[in-house]
């Protein structure tokens, strides 16, 4: 299809929006709530301006509280929600200066919480010091005259930032104990009417280190450009949680994530709202005696772009810690930590005790120091590290089982406690893998969103999706059997139409609430279904929702590399019928669903594996026809400053898509703007949850049961877009942050799948709930990311030489050997000379690889009675042309080696 006639459908389907709009499960933006007031904040009295050698910083006169904060370069870019302070000047905003806290007066007293931001008054302006103190002032009018504390706000210059201080002093007569102490981060994250390009050329996402004392926030432009800001500790200002400010009157919506707070202190939260939940760091609390001072701050400092953070972190004296391969550890993998900082390692603790074991292998060139890092004990670690001048860093691991353990569990919790297996569902849902509620332990047939049970959208495809895609990481027959009965008997001809014209179309849900047309009793009394997401038969047989389409191609493309690759895994179609049902599926997505088609679809990469397949084939026409429709929505993305929208007013999946079809089509430009929007919401930070975790707040809500705006801890978002973050690590093989945050969403993915298999839709961030959500939901979405991409990775880096990802590395003599414990072990990337291998069946058990001359060598696993034969793809992205004697290639351009009953030696050279 060229651009011209996607556009006119396109076109064409506008008009029909609203009613789209309505009947997905997603919606643009919330409505804005108008906010009566009266005005509070007092910006009619104007602001002071002041000037520091990279920010300019505004203060509202009358509370000090920032006005604008922009940087001294030529372009000025302003970090805080400026252009909305005339809507947030009331009581309950928060501000950039505002502080929180929670404190108990004497032996016997309650906790009583205190804000700057609760009732807004004209603050005293103090004279400053020294000329170093840009503005101070008594903040006792913001706060009630029951409060014990006397509250003095600084603002700084400090070296080469600007720094925010609190001091803390006790007027009373009794000892007052800090229960919790929390600065709100307030930047601007909000998107509220805003287009997608103005909103990436203007609004910023933020992200935490919850590290104590080498904690920080970094403050990340959505397009990835420069400048990037990081809010560092002022002095002794641990960042010991990270608080959501629900309580801002801001709305929530799919374009405002909210605010939240630094906190100092926790204990207060964690003894009441949080009781039960188990923190990243150990709550604690300053006492401070009758007169007795205590100050907080923190500072603003910039870098030019997320891969020199800890770069900037290191020139500003910060401590620094880099994982490898991160921080969520398989047990069975040989980890290393690598710690920097101007100061000796006092101790090292572990909790819980035995978790972790660590032993110091050395230094590196520049200082760094190497701890070989081994996981236990299964769930969350905590190592923390205590430098000789008494700062305290804290590193969050998640221990799992070995990958190919994790993967086998999670395939059988699937095939038994989620196989739906009712001749009498009066949806025709059966058999198939369902929903999931892990908390009551039961399958999910009934739900207010139609989708959630109805084995279509994300949120209710994502178990079975999970399941096949479980098949093409680690083939097992008795699962394969039952996944192959679905695909032929419920998708074919239930999630699939297949009569007619719709011959097909994927229809949105395949359960539905229509109490007129359906018996007596077939819905539950208890619960809601007087909702829009309760699409009715009419509303759940649209097959419009382009979103739909790649799941079930995928499933068919799995079935056929599962029918071509191996010998009798396979039994109801050959391998020709599932691969042209994946191609047909392809294309009547953009028949049946070309509005939502213009935007990258999630695991929209299944189009790229199969058009490769058919090319392998000799389907040329059906190749051709393919390529030329996915090439109209390339181009059309080519003319757009920012090509990944989506039905959401802002998204982070289709992002993998657009990446991966405009690399293919040689949009090189239109591929890095997408991976720099991908680095600005995907970081990499010395903590399991956050590293490698693409952002997404919403989807609790369409997907999850606790049902919420929240940053989701490695939701789907995570596994897909570590595609295109590989991928161009493949093209730039130099670049050890890109491997570094692509692995860590690898390996998220894996993180939440619990001892006996289950995997929620993600984990919760909130402080009240740092746990796995209840149900399944969209999970698989994410695992397709992992079961195409998961890989090993063996580079040499000039400053922590030889590290392998995804494999335990030795340097036998003169060689580099790893050993694969990946789940598929089926693809190894030897960085230094580019060579890409993959396997379409079989698996390797170890490759080694000689600096010197160049030869490479890989052990492949004995035969088993459905991979007699393996097949070897080599490829380079730096032009190295491998050989091996011997070995041939078949009509597909791979490599056929006959296994044995024991291990298969192949040598390469150049």
Not at 447 to 470: F, P, T
Not at 571 to 598: C, G, I, S, V
Not at 668 to 693: C, F, Q, R, S
Not at 816 to 827: E, G, I, P, Y
Request: aromatic share 12%; proline share 5%.
């Amino acid at each position: 299809m060229q651009k011209e006639e996607f556009l006119q459908i396109a076109t064409k389907f506008f008009l029909v929006v609203s009613f789209l709009i309505i009947s997905t499960n997603c919606i643009f933006s919330q409505p804005r709530v108008t906010d009566n007031r009266p005005a509070t904040l007092g910006i009619e009295q104007g602001v002071e301006s002041f000037g520091t050698p990279n920010f300019t910083l505004e203060l509202l006169k009358s509370s000090q509280t920032v006005s604008s904060l922009q940087t001294t370069d030529a372009e000025k870019f302003e970090f805080t929600p400026h252009d909305l302070l005339s809507k947030r000047n009331k009581n309950g905003y928060y501000h950039l200066g505002d502080l929180n806290f929670r404190i108990k007066t004497g032996a016997n007293g309650q906790w009583e919480s205190f804000s700057t931001a609760a009732n807004r008054a004209s603050v005293k302006s103090l004279t400053p010091e020294n000329a170093t103190i840009l503005a101070v002032a008594d903040l006792a009018n913001t706060l009630p005259e029951s409060s014990p504390l006397q509250v003095i706000r600084y603002w700084e210059k400090a070296s080469n930032g600007l720094a925010l201080r609190f001091e803390l002093k006790n007027k009373s007569n009794q000892p007052v104990e800090i229960g919790a102490l929390g600065i709100p981060m307030i930047f601007n994250n909000n998107f509220d009417g805003k287009e997608l390009d103005q909103a990436h050329e203007e609004t910023v996402f933020f992200d935490p280190y919850i590290g104590r004392d080498a904690g920080y926030l970094q403050v990340v432009r959505l397009n990835g450009h420069s400048p990037v800001m990081l809010v560092v500790p002022y002095g002794k200002t641990p960042f010991e949680a990270y608080r959501p400010l629900t309580d801002d009157p801001t709305p929530q919506g799919t374009t405002f994530e909210g605010f939240h707070e630094w906190m100092v202190n926790s204990k207060a939260f964690a003894e009441n709202e949080w009781k039960g939940s188990e923190q990243w760091n150990r709550p604690t609390s300053v006492t401070l005696n009758p007169g007795e001072t205590h100050n907080i701050g923190v500072k603003f400092i910039l870098t030019d772009k997320v891969e020199n953070i800890e770069k900037t972190l290191i020139e500003n004296n910060r401590p620094v810690a880099v994982g490898i391969p991160g921080y969520v550890v398989p047990q069975d993998v040989n980890a290393k930590l690598f710690l920097r900082y101007g100061q000796k390692i006092k101790s090292l603790e572990v909790e819980p005790k035995g978790a972790l074991e660590l032993s110091e292998s050395g230094k590196t060139k520049s200082g760094w120091i190497e701890y070989a890092v081994k996981g236990k004990i299964g769930g969350r670690a905590r190592l923390t590290i205590t430098y000789a001048d008494g700062l305290q860093q804290t590193v969050n691991y998640k221990i799992i089982k070995p990958e190919s353990q994790v993967v086998a569990d999670n395939g059988k919790f699937l095939t038994t406690n989620q196989w739906y297996e009712n001749p009498n569902d009066l949806f025709h849902r059966s058999p198939s893998v369902i929903t999931y509620d892990n908390e009551k332990k039961q399958q999910v047939t009934q739900d207010r969103r139609a989708w959630i049970c109805g084995l279509s959208d994300e949120g209710g495809a994502g178990s079975w999706l999970n399941a096949i895609m479980k098949q093409l990481v680690e083939p097992n027959q008795e699962e394969i059997k039952k996944m192959e009965t679905f695909v032929n008997q419920t998708i074919w001809g239930g999630i699939q139409y297949n009569s007619g014209k719709l011959k097909y179309g994927v229809r949105k849900s395949m359960f539905f609430y229509s109490p007129d047309s359906m018996p007596a009793g077939t819905y539950s009394p208890d619960i809601n279904f007087k909702t829009w997401a309760a699409w009715n038969r009419q509303g759940a047989e649209i097959t419009d929702r382009s979103y739909n389409y790649p799941h079930v191609a995928a499933a068919h493309w799995v079935m056929y590399r599962l029918a071509r690759n191996y010998s009798g895994l396979v039994t109801k179609q050959n391998w020709q019928w599932y691969l042209e049902n994946a191609y047909h599926t392809a294309m009547t997505m953009m028949d049946q669903a070309p509005y939502y088609a213009q935007f990258g679809q999630m695991e929209g990469t299944i189009f790229l594996l199969i058009l490769e397949d058919l090319k392998r084939e000799g389907y040329t026409d059906l190749a051709a026809d393919l390529e030329k429709t996915m090439k109209g929505r390339a181009e059309h993305w080519a003319t757009l400053s920012y090509p990944f929208g989506s039905e959401m007013s802002w998204d982070s999946t289709g992002q993998e898509e657009v990446y991966m079809w405009s690399k293919y089509f040689g949009f090189d430009e239109k591929a890095m703007v997408t991976l720099n929007a991908i680095l600005a919401y995907m970081p990499t930070i010395p903590h399991w949850a956050y590293n490698g975790n693409a952002r997404r707040y919403w989807d609790f809500l369409y997907g999850g049961k606790l049902s919420r705006y929240e940053r989701m801890i490695h939701h789907y978002g995570s596994g897909l877009n570590a595609i295109p973050v590989l991928t161009q690590y493949r093209q730039t093989p130099d670049d050890l942050y890109l491997l570094r945050v692509g692995y860590g969403g690898l390996l998220g993915t894996l993180s939440n799948i619990t001892e006996e298999g289950f995997a929620p839709c993600a984990s919760h961030s909130f402080p009240t709930d740092l746990r796995n959500d209840g149900i399944s939901g969209d999970y698989g979405c994410g695992y397709f990311g992992y079961a195409v991409n998961s890989a090993t990775y063996i580079i040499h880096d000039s400053e922590f030489g030889w590290l392998a990802f995804g494999g335990n590395l030795s340097t036998p003599k003169n060689w580099v050997k790893v050993d694969l414990t990946t789940a598929a072990k089926s693809r190894i990337y030897i960085a230094p000379v580019g060579l890409w291998l993959t396997l379409d069946a079989g698996t390797f058990k170890s490759v080694s690889f000689n600096p010197k001359s160049k030869e490479v060598r890989i052990e492949l696993d004995k035969l088993n009675e459905f991979t007699p034969k393996a097949y070897l793809r080599i490829e380079s992205s730096k032009g190295n042309k491998y050989t091996s004697e011997g070995l041939t290639q078949n009509d597909r351009r791979a490599f056929e080696i006959q296994l044995a009953k024991e291990p298969v030696l192949v040598k390469l050279r150049q």
